[in-house]
């Protein structure tokens, strides 16, 4: 949700730290509560819009108005910039209008999970158990069972995977973002992670060219397995969000992390800014801090240490809670949807020609589209909302 993207470029501008003064419109500032008023605040129009303070720590401010408000706009002269009230720094704002830019614009989101060998039946039901439910997960989020590959047993050879990978190759397009998940056993020699399946092991360096000739321009994988921290630096990339349940490839015992990983895809405590959509850096906190809480429990030193690699973490969603998924299911928010993804190819039409524009004006257009995807947004938020009322 858009409200959500912006709340997480804003933290890692580190605006959810301090107090900003925030100008929200009536109708926004009314829908929010009591808590949201300024005393003496005066009705009309964005000029003479309340000014309020929000509370340190909050996010509630922005879910309130910043839907229907935001405005960017770049004053090089200045060292500070207004986002229709919303004071951040200059490089704040560049940073935002190139995070929107930058939005999965009229996107398809496709999914494969690898099941690698257990070698022994515990681990095969254990591994055989998380695939399942990142199939159902990702089933949901995808809307489409045919966007969502699972590779398991014999069916998870080299040959297969290449297969599917020269498959994907074909379907994908740039807009479109992919997830990969190897759930398994790894190990690394010293030089080189291998991900264990039947037959001949599949090393980092072979997924990562696999992964390099998929046009798909917004892509994870999240390598789940012991010594997973070994893959990452062949793994990574600027277009790309790398996950591992370890930090190097000597933390070599069967980790925790794929079974919090997992969990944190369908449980509400995850969805930190309350929008339920969990995003990647959203799973990655919450399955970090249940491996601590593990290992502190059973008063046992950390064998494990998950890392994360990559810009647009906080923006790839991976998983849509059960209020999201339900709202789709309504042939009006579908509607509402399909009006939000036209919406959001005029911003990338625009987008490619924002050098046929003088500064100003595509600033000025850009205002109209982002104020119109945001509009809309809170519709389906709404109703999401509605959905997941008693």
Known sequence: ???????????????????????????????????????????????????????????????????????????????????????????????????????????ESYFVILEGLGGEPSYQERFSGYADELREVCEKTAGDESRVHVLSGEAAKRGAIEDLFAQLAAQTQPRDSIALFLVGHGTWDGHTYKFNIPGPDITATQLQKLLDALPADRQLVAVTTSSSGASIDQLKSERRVVVSATRSGRERNAPVFPEYWVAALSDEAADADKNDAITVLEAFNYAEQKVKGFFEKEKRMSTEHARLEGGFAASFTLARLEAAVEAAEDPVVRAWMAER??????????????????????????????????????????????????
């Not at 000014?51 to 770049?74: F, T």
Request: glycine letters at 6%; aromatic letters at 6%; charged letters at 30%.
């Open 1 to 107: 949700m858009l409200f959500a993207r912006v709340i997480n470029i804003l933290t890692d501008l580190g605006v959810n730290n301090n107090t900003s003064t925030v100008r929200i419109l009536p109708n926004a500032t009314e829908k929010a509560g009591s808590r949201f008023r300024a005393p003496n605040a005066s009705e009309g129009s964005p000029a003479s819009a309340r000014l309020i303070r929000r509370r340190p720590g909050s996010v509630d401010w922005l879910r309130a108005g910043c839907l229907n408000v935001m405005r960017v706009r770049q004053k090089a002269s200045r060292e500070r910039v207004q986002a229709w009230g919303l004071r951040v720094p200059a490089a704040g704002v560049l940073a935002i209008v190139a995070f929107l830019a930058a939005m999965p614009l009229g996107a």
């Open 341 to 390: 993804e036209e919406i959001e190819h005029r911003l990338n039409d625009l987008k490619l020609r924002k050098d046929s524009f003088a500064e100003e004006q595509y600033f000025d257009e850009l205002e109209k589209l982002l104020v119109e995807l945001a509009r809309k947004q809170e519709e389906i938020d709404e109703a999401t909302e509605k959905t997941s009322e008693p």
